[in-house]
T-cell receptor
Framework: DTGVSQNPRHKITKRGQNVTFRCDPI?????LYWYRQTLGQGPEFLTY????????KSRLLSDRFSAERPKGSFSTLEIQRTEQGDSAMYLC????????????FGPGTRLTVT | GENVEQHPSTLSVQEGDSAVIKCTYS??????FPWYKQELGKRPQLIID?????GEKKDQRIAVTLNKTAKHFSLHITETQPEDSAVYFC???????????FGKGTSLLVTP
């Protein structure tokens, strides 16, 4: 499968624990995005990377959230001290230099905080 | 942040009829407007997009129209089929960046 992949697909954690998600973009896509989607809503932008540089962060992204893309390939999103309000689907997307605005989504990681 | 309003929130049509979903946006700098289809439990799938230098774009049974002056754009699906049933999201590029602002979605049901 040459599409965007995300791991794990599901994560259940207790409130206060830290969690980390991984996203592997489509090969050679230089931009990578993180979104959050809750039930009945559209995806909400969190942050994006161009190569390894994090260029934009949403005001939604609290200090408990951190994202990295150290080598400009895969990315990780970490949530520290999880809260019940963090329960959502975390979606990753990527786009290429040529199709610069077209974003292709991964299957998401569903986080449940109990 | 900049808003994208989408309506209707639900739409039910009979197989073979047309479906139209409308979105408005507030950021006058937006110049890219994609539409995504999301089936239950699956990833959003890019189905068509339009840029601000174009007024209409078609791809088989789907088309998108854009009115930049009025800041609205629409998705048109003709000859609907049951497999078109899904949630459709419109989105708009935010300013000069690469983030997308999404509408809240339209749940389309096509009944045989």
């Amino acid at each position: 499968d040459t599409g965007v992949s995300q791991n794990p697909r599901h994560k259940i954690t207790k409130r206060g624990q830290n969690v980390t998600f991984r996203c592997d973009p489509i090969s050679e896509h230089n931009r990578l995005y993180w979104y959050r989607q809750t039930l009945g809503q559209g995806p909400e932008f969190l942050t994006y990377f161009q190569n390894e540089a994090q260029l934009e962060k949403s005001r939604l992204l609290s200090d408990r959230f951190s994202a990295e893309r150290p080598k400009g390939s895969f990315s990780t999103l970490e949530i520290q001290r999880t809260e019940q309000g963090d329960s959502a689907m975390y979606l990753c997307a990527s786009s290429s230099r040529t199709g610069e605005y077209e974003q292709y989504f991964g299957p998401g990681t569903r986080l449940t905080v109990t | 942040g900049e808003n994208v309003e989408q309506h209707p929130s639900t739409l039910s049509v009979q197989e073979g009829d047309s479906a139209v979903i409308k979105c408005t946006y507030s950021d006058s700098a937006s110049n890219y407007f994609p539409w995504y289809k999301q089936e239950l439990g699956k990833r959003p799938q890019l189905i068509i997009d339009i840029r601000s230098n174009v007024g209409e774009k078609k791809d088989q049974r789907i088309a998108v129209t854009l009115n930049k002056t009025a800041k609205h754009f629409s998705l048109h699906i003709t000859e609907t089929q049951p497999e078109d049933s899904a949630v459709y999201f419109c989105a708009a590029r935010v300013g000069s960046g690469y983030a997308l602002n999404f509408g809240k979605g339209t749940s389309l049901l096509v009944t045989p």
